[in-house]
C-alpha cells in the first residue's frame, strides 16, 4: 500500500488490529459502490418524511426527516435516502443505492446500484447504473450512465471492471448527455447537451 509504505518512509509509528468483522478496502472508485453495497445491507427500515400514496417501498429502505417521496414511485432495498430530498414521482431506485442529503430527482428517472452525494439535481427521464455521482452536481434531462464491463484507465494503470460512470463535484451536465461505461468526469466540469462522453475529462474540463 503506498499510502503505508510513505508513512514508514517518515517514520510514523504503524499499528495493526486484528479483526473478525467486515473488512473492504477502498481503492479504487469501484471499491465505494462494493462497500456501499455491504454497508446498505446492515441498515434498519426507517421511513421518514412524507411518502405520498402510489408509492411502493419494499425491502431495507432508510428514508430521511424531510423527504418527500412523490405518488407512483418505487423503491426495492437495500436503500437508504437522506433528508430533505425531493423524489418523483414516478421514479425507480433498485438496490444497493445511497442518496445522501438534498437530492432532487425528477419524475420517470431509474437509479440502481448507485452513490449519489449530496445537493445534486437529477433530470427527468435519466437513468444512472453503477455509478457514483459527487456534491453539488447538476444533470439535465436524459442522462445516461450506461454500465457494462469495460477498461478503465485510472492514471497510468487499466483496469477490467463492471462500472458505469463517476462524476465528480459540482459539475454541470446539459440535457441528453450519455457517458459510456468506466468513463470518469472531474470535478467542475460543464458539458453541453447532446454529447457522448467516451473518454475521461479532467477536473474543470469542459465540452462544447
Known amino acids: 500500500n503506498v499510502v503505508i509504505q510513505k508513512m514508514i518512509d517518515k517514520g510514523r509509528e504503524i ?10 478496502d477502498v481503492v479504487y472508485p469501484w471499491d465505494i459502490l462494493a462497500l456501499n453495497g455491504a454497508c446498505l445491507s446492515q441498515i434498519s427500515p426507517s421511513l421518514g418524511g412524507t411518502i405520498e400514496e402510489g408509492s411502493r417501498i419494499n425491502g431495507l429502505v432508510s ?24 423524489i ?5 431506485i433498485f438496490p444497493s443505492t ?28 435519466s437513468s444512472i447504473n453503477d455509478s457514483i455521482i459527487y456534491w453539488g452536481t447538476l444533470i439535465g434531462n436524459h442522462f445516461a450512465a450506461r454500465s457494462s464491463e469495460g477498461t478503465v484507465r485510472i492514471d497510468n494503470e487499466y483496469h477490467q471492471v463492471e462500472m458505469g460512470t463517476i462524476i465528480g463535484s459540482y459539475c454541470e451536465l446539459g440535457d441528453n448527455v450519455i457517458a459510456e461505461p468506466g468513463t470518469i468526469i472531474g470535478n467542475h466540469c460543464r458539458i453541453k447537451p447532446l454529447k457522448l462522453i467516451g473518454e ?4 474543470n474540463g469542459l465540452v462544447v
Request: charged letters at 15%.
Open 15 to 24: 499499528a495493526a488490529l486484528e479483526t473478525e468483522g467486515f473488512w473492504q
Open 63 to 86: 428514508i430521511g426527516d424531510g423527504t418527500i417521496i412523490r405518488s407512483n414511485c418505487y423503491i426495492m432495498g437495500p436503500v437508504i435516502i437522506g433528508e430533505d430530498c425531493e
Open 88 to 92: 418523483g414521482p414516478n421514479v425507480c
Open 98 to 125: 445511497s442518496i445522501r442529503n438534498g437530492v432532487t430527482i425528477a419524475p420517470f428517472t431509474v437509479i440502481s446500484n448507485s452513490c449519489i452525494g449530496n445537493n445534486i439535481s437529477i433530470g427527468a427521464g
Open 200 to 203: 475521461n475529462i479532467p477536473d
